[in-house]
């Protein structure tokens, strides 16, 4: 197994999740035993104000040593590019199924080179069950299989009092308190399918 990881949260698209998506994964890294170094690239600051809450409670997310490197980058193009997803092992890309957000993600992922778009890993975020959102899915879908590059992963559903508490930091981790049973299995079904690619 490969012994330092890096993962993107990306997409060119702001206000679709890509903080939450990054405190649940290091939550689940670190429930599985891993250690990560968390990089907020966001000007926004948001996943490093959730780190501190977390130091504040008396737990410590992010280690410089960490052997997964997890980056938030900012929700438009930018030196991030660059500096970061380049170099990733894993992009993954959250994404909000409706008409608007779909043309900025799809053209970002169109402008990418092929080797980048290997390695991106889209992740349906903010899901409720309508016919606007279940076809945005299948156009990425569809794209994905025009491209032969690129994987659609489960993504996670419009949970209001669930996910987006996680930003204001726990002295518990997230994935060792008590969840109701879809909770549990939507969460655990996605980062299964994250760890998997990185060898966990």
Known sequence: MKKDWMIAVTGDKGGVGKSTLVALLAEWLLAQGRSVHIIDTDPNQTTQTWVDKC?????????????????????????SLTKYIRHADLILVPFKPHVADLEVIVGWFL??????????????????????????????????????????????????????????????????????????EETQKLFTEITRNINL
């Open 111 to 184: 402008s990418l080179k092929e080797s980048l778009q290997s390695r991106v890993f889209f992740v349906p975020n903010m899901l409720s069950n309508t016919k606007e959102q279940r076809t945005g899915v299948s156009e990425i879908s569809a794209v994905i299989k025009e491209e032969t590059r690129g994987q659609l992963l489960s993504g996670l559903s419009e949970r209001k009092a669930v996910y987006p508490p996680l930003l204001n930091g726990s002295k518990n981790n997230f994935f060792e308190t008590k969840r109701d049973r879809k909770t549990r």
């Open 55 to 79: 130091t504040n409670f008396g737990r410590t997310i992010s280690s410089k040593d960490g052997a997964i490197t997890i980056v938030d980058t900012a929700g438009t193009s930018g030196s």
